[in-house]
């Protein structure tokens, strides 16, 4: 009985002294208090929650920020049936840019993904905005159902209807990617849509047009075109209503050339040093606009 009564004391002395404070607080409780408590509870902000990813380059935040999209990752092999898996290709290209342009220096640098996660097409372009990267380039590979005899590498920019029947099926197998077994998994949302057919991104509409022109004229012996090799289509990461934004398609994975280019160390490099020009001139030019 003795140990009973001690367990007791031991669980209520705690009772006691908070049930003693409360009687305090109300006698002699400060003013504006009343008898409520507030509980107070340190989240972290939103940001944190998420976690944004790291910007690479020089710690001034007036330097132009680019922003490398690495398409597919995780779940989300890509195309590429064999060895050979898209998401693998992307993310090594996408490093290879990074590293070609922190090496020249100038610009700062972020990645959606660096290594082999999933992000959803929406998390994307959200990404960019909230880092305010002044430029989105999303890479990608392609695959035929062909004989694999389609070579080159393709730009695109945003339209809300694809330039061909080529770029509409482009546009869906990439989109794609957010379905699971036909099911839609992130809804596209209306603001995105508004902002789609809203004049005011004329003038975003216009910067990526000109990034895509110069990637092009950049990489002229670097990197083979399929022509067109301009066009555009209603890709979901390129929907940011104010990031220059383009969707390169670097070449076909079931191409034998294409896939050499894309996996030797020469043929990266080449693709780096050409889009990181292309990048360079985008900047020069969009400068000397400012002035
Ligand atoms: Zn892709």
Redesign the pocket.
């Known amino acids: 009985m003795r140990r009973f009564l001690l367990i007791g004391s031991i669980i209520l002395a705690p009772v006691a002294v908070l049930a003693a404070m409360v009687a305090a607080d109300r006698a002699f409780g400060g003013p504006g208090r009343g008898y409520g408590y507030v509980v107070t509870v340190d989240l972290p902000p939103p940001s944190a929650l998420t976690g944004l990813p790291k910007i690479d380059g020089p710690m001034d935040a007036s330097r132009p920020l680019v922003m490398i999209d690495a ?2 990752g995780g779940k989300d092999p ?2 590429g049936t064999g060895e050979i898996k ?1 998401k693998a290709l ?1 993310l090594a290209l996408a490093l290879a840019l990074r590293d070609e342009l922190l090496r020249q220096g100038g610009v700062r640098v972020a990645l959606t993904r660096r290594d082999d996660t999933y992000v959803t097409l929406d998390e994307r372009p959200a990404i960019a905005r909230r880092l305010r990267a002044d430029l989105f380039i999303s890479i ?3 695959s035929t159902d062909g004989d694999g005899s389609a070579i080159g590498a393709t730009v695109f920019t945003l339209s809300d209807k694809g330039s061909s029947q080529v770029a509409d099926r482009f546009a869906a ?2 989109n794609a ?1 957010d379905q699971i077994n036909g099911v839609k998994i992130i809804g596209q949302s209306d603001a995105v849509n508004a902002i789609l057919v809203d004049l005011s991104q004329r003038e975003t509409q216009d910067a990526s047009a000109q990034f895509a022109g110069l990637i092009v004229r950049e990489s002229r012996g670097a990197m083979p075109f399929k022509l067109p090799a301009l066009q555009s289509a209603a890709f979901v990461v390129l929907k940011s209503p104010d990031v220059p934004s383009v969707l390169l ?1 670097t070449g076909y994975i079931n191409n034998i050339s294409d896939v050499a280019r894309l996996t030797s160390p020469s043929g990266k490099q080449a693709f780096a040093a050409a889009v990181a020009q292309a990048i360079k001139v985008y900047f020069a030019r969009a400068s000397v606009g400012r002035k």
């Open positions: 398409g597919h890509g195309a898209e992307t990608h590979a392609d197998r990439e990617a398609e």
